[in-house]
């Protein structure tokens, strides 16, 4: 009698203390699902209560950072925003990607800032180096009439890399093909207001595909044939294009010239079934072709943007006007009942670094004059 209970109380006791364990897990995080509402008060996160290790996550979805291995120490920062103003409470995991290995101390300096899953990959060569059909020394000989010219990075060959990999590459490591959404984060940006809600899943239920933070204006010489490459594609590939498509906000000639509008891709949450359509690979396939990431400096801001206003429509494309964000250059806060609620640490009436209050801001301004899609031809579900 005694021998055949007592494995019994040993295993009470064990599945009493793993449990115990959980649940103390489970209450640290609670106590961070509080915040200081409207009215000043102390009030309880309603959405999603708490994180556990293994809890399944609404949206398959991670951060992406691509990176240096000496950017370790200014993206603590990123990550310590992202954490303290949003990710505490949905532990969604981190991606980092090089084109070299990591180091230990990156992924030591990185790891350590949160509680999220992290993962770190190497991009294969293919993804970082020169398509065979790209004349190198015509490359270098525009580089170095671009740095001449005094064009921004014009001189600069790794650049060209980034923004290539950025443009239509980054959605192919194997380190993504478990995700469905992404997040671009970057050295040394702010977050600047709480974000009490999940991005990801907002999109998600409404059938969003891009959403961003700030719209800006391009600088015209790193794109100078970009958009006579745009009409080429348009021309020959005119069964991939929406009718009610988004073209007005980066072409106000109905597709004749480019205005240089752009979102700014260092913020980014996209769908990824976006960039892994049919639309958009044989999109970057043209481009790529065209030879202007190394000939030029296409950026993958407009490239990203110039395909978002191509296949998606107004309601497919969403503006986190309520997400306060800084990158060196400029920031996007909110205003208002938002700045308040969202407990906002930026001034958004700062006309040298606030966007929509500055004059390089009118893209993000006419964002709004976009006419809506005839609800006739609405792709989106809205809810
Ligand atoms: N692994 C790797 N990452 C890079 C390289 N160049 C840029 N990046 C990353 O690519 C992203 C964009 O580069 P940035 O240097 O921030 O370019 P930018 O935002 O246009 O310009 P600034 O932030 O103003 O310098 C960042 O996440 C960088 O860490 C590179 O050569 N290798
Ligand atoms: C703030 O929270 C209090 C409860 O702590 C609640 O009564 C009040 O309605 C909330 N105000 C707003 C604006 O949400
Ligand atoms: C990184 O962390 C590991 C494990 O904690 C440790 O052994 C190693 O010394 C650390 N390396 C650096 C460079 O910080
Ligand atoms: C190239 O651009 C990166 C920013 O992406 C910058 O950190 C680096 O110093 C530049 N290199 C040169 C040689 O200008
Ligand atoms: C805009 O351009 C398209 C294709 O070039 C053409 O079919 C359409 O009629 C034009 N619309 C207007 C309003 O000019
Ligand atoms: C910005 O300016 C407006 C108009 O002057 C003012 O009402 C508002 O309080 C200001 N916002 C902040 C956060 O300072
Ligand atoms: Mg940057």
């Known amino acids: ?37 409207a009215s000043g008060r102390l ?9 556990r290790p293994g809890d399944p996550k609404p949206v398959k979805a991670c951060f992406v950072i691509l990176a240096r291995n000496q950017d370790w120490r200014s993206l603590r920062e990123s990550i310590k925003h992202m ?21 230990d101390e990156f992924k030591n300096m990185t ?6 899953d992290v993962h770190f ?6 993804h970082w180096s020169y398509p065979d059909y790209i004349d190198q020394n015509k490359a270098r000989e525009s580089r170095e009439k671009m740095h001449k010219d005094g064009v921004m990075y014009g001189g600069n060959e790794s650049y060209r890399h980034m923004c290539r990999f950025e443009s239509g590459l980054f959605f ?14 970057e050295p040394g940006v702010q977050y600047l207001c709480d974000i009490n809600y999940d991005p990801f899943l907002y999109m998600k239920q409404r059938n969003i595909k891009y959403g961003w933070a700030i719209g800006i204006y391009e600088l015209m010489n790193t794109v100078p044939t970009l958009w006579d490459s745009v009409k080429k594609f348009m021309a020959t590939h005119p069964q991939l294009i929406p009718e009610h498509n988004s073209l007005w906000w980066v072409s106000r000639d109905n597709g ?25 690979t044989k999109f970057f396939e043209f481009l790529d072709r065209e030879g202007g990431f190394f000939y030029e400096r296409w950026g993958d801001a407009p490239v990203h943007s110039i395909a978002a206003a191509l296949f998606l429509q107004k309601e497919e494309v969403h503006w986190f006007n309520d997400i306060g964000y800084y990158h060196p250059g400029w920031q996007h806060c909110p205003t208002g009942d938002v700045w308040k609620q969202n407990r906002c640490t930026c001034d958004p009436n700062d006309t040298d670094k606030t966007i929509t209050a500055a004059s390089w801001g009118k893209c993000s301004r006419e964002w709004a004059m976009l006419p809506d899609t005839p609800p006739e031809y609405r792709k989106a579900r809205l809810g």
């Open 43 to 51: 009030q309880t996160f309603k959405r999603r209560v708490s994180y």
């Open 111 to 116: 790891q350590s800032m949160t509680l999220a």
């Open 1 to 37: 009698m005694f021998t055949l209970r007592r494995p019994l109380v040993r295993y009470l006791l064990l599945a009493v203390t793993i449990f115990g364990l959980f649940g103390l897990l489970h209450v640290n995080y609670d106590s961070a699902t509080e915040y200081i509402n």
């Open 121 to 126: 990959g190497q991009i294969g060569a293919e």
């Open 256 to 280: 004749t010239t480019y205005n240089g509008c752009h979102f700014w891709s260092n913020f980014e949450i996209a769908d990824l079934t976006f960039y892994r359509s049919e639309q958009y």
């Open 172 to 185: 192919k490591h194997e380190l993504l093909q478990q995700f469905d959404f992404y997040w671009r984060l």
């Open 83 to 103: 954490e303290d103003r949003f990710n505490h409470r949905f532990n969604y995991p981190y991606v980092f990607l090089n084109d070299q290995p990591f180091t």
